[in-house]
């Protein structure tokens, strides 16, 4: 129902209250969340203003942000992706807590990655719920860090794959783009970036020096930090050195299989912000499937684990809900980790209105359980079916 509150110009509004109030930053008790159509009205004290929904304990938090999303319902972005395929994936990740998202093509051919971006671009224009735009991870990679990645398909990148990307950039809210500092130019990722691409270093064995170039350049970010880049060495920080020692912003896949709790430890221990959770999420989120296919080749799902039929880690089974429960268990602050799945996303896609609960802020709020688990999700202040996550 909605009702007028008690205070503040007597508009109507829809308060929340009855968990603990993360606002991006802090977990405070005692507060009232009041929502004013698909906006945050304010955030009061509980009592100050009649609850027209009162929650049972637990964790009130602006939805969450995946800046790395495969797939999920039985399928991949791919070939067969169109708008509806988008609307579908984001809201299934929006049940799982995912207020917005960022679909992700992994290396394909030109042919595909073009009908994606079509798809991009007809998806924000229908104002599809939770789409943030895309992350295409590839095809501009070093195939010696290649991962899952296709061989076949990598390739280094043309000025004509640089000028259509760049126009890409203009049809959908934002692109990010994974790329290895070898297969591109400096100039490449400046041209990137001058058109609003967010440029991210991920699958690549560069040296330092060449990080600070592509960065200098304009790369604003690494994907999956420890995977599929070169390692810290005594000698040589390689990117993973680059990332901990300076502030470029980096993703996390918390499962604790792609990177172990320790480290984990001593990666936020050395970067006071600007590390991000990211699902990495595969088609099997959100189903019961135990196989599913990457450019013609099976993906195993084997005890929270996928992989290809020799071993290579393809993807995550993972949600960003259970991403928190994996830190939390590694002993990783409340706050911090709750940050690392809103606040610190936010910023690296420059959202400035997602990530946190406060006054203009999109009203896409996740209520999570004592145990972390997904329990009720809005989105622009509308409540949408949650799936525990």
């Not at 390692?231 to 912003?249: F, H, I, K, W, Y």
């Not at 799902?301 to 939390?328: I, K």
């Not at 802020?361 to 622009?380: E, K």
Request: net charge positive.
């Amino acid at each position: 129902s909605r009702r007028r509150a008690a205070a503040g110009g007597g508009r109507a509004v829809t308060v929340i209250a009855g968990a603990r109030v993360f606002d991006g930053r802090r977990l405070r008790g005692g507060l009232a969340v009041a929502l004013d159509g698909g906006r945050i009205d304010r955030i009061a004290p509980a009592g100050s203003l009649p609850a027209d929904v009162a929650l049972a304990g637990g964790i009130l938090a602006p939805a969450f942000l995946d800046l790395q999303v495969n797939g999920g319902g039985g399928a991949m972005v791919g070939a067969g992706t169109d708008a509806g395929a988008l609307d579908r994936l984001c809201a299934l990740h929006l049940a799982l807590g995912s207020g917005g998202i960022l679909p992700t093509l992994i290396t394909d051919t030109p042919d595909t990655t073009a009908r994606v971006l079509a798809a991009g671009a007809e998806a924000a224009r229908r104002g599809t719920a939770g789409f943030l735009g895309l992350h295409l991870e590839g095809p501009h990679l070093d195939p010696r860090r290649r991962g899952a990645h296709d061989p076949a398909l990598i390739r280094p990148m043309t000025d004509d794959d640089a000028a259509r990307l760049a126009a890409a950039a203009g049809r959908l809210p934002r692109l990010m783009v994974t790329l290895a500092p070898e297969a591109v130019t400096p100039a490449q990722i400046a041209r990137l970036s001058a058109a609003g691409v967010i440029v991210s270093l991920g699958h690549t064995d560069c040296t330092a020096p060449a990080a600070r170039r592509a960065i200098e350049a304009g790369a604003r970010c690494a994907t999956h930090l420890f995977n599929a880049m070169s390692a810290m060495g005594s000698r040589e920080p390689g990117l993973v050195g680059t990332v901990l020692a300076g502030d470029l912003p980096a993703g996390l896949i918390a499962d604790g299989i792609h990177v172990a709790p320790e480290v984990m430890r001593v990666a936020l221990a050395a970067r006071r912000d600007g590390i991000f959770l990211v699902s990495d999420a595969m088609a099997f989120a959100g189903s019961e499937a135990t196989e599913a296919r990457l450019n013609g080749r099976r993906v195993l799902r084997r005890e929270g684990r996928l992989t290809l039929e020799d071993g290579t880690l393809a993807g995550a089974d993972l949600t960003l809900p259970g991403a928190l429960r994996v830190l939390r268990d590694a002993g990783v602050p409340l706050e911090r980790a709750l940050a690392m799945a809103t606040r610190v996303p936010a910023a690296v896609i420059g959202a400035a209105d997602r990530g946190r609960i406060g006054p203009g802020a999109r009203a896409d709020l996740v209520h999570l359980d004592d145990g972390l688990r997904v329990r009720r999700v809005w989105s622009a202040g509308a409540e949408v079916a949650a799936r525990t996550a």
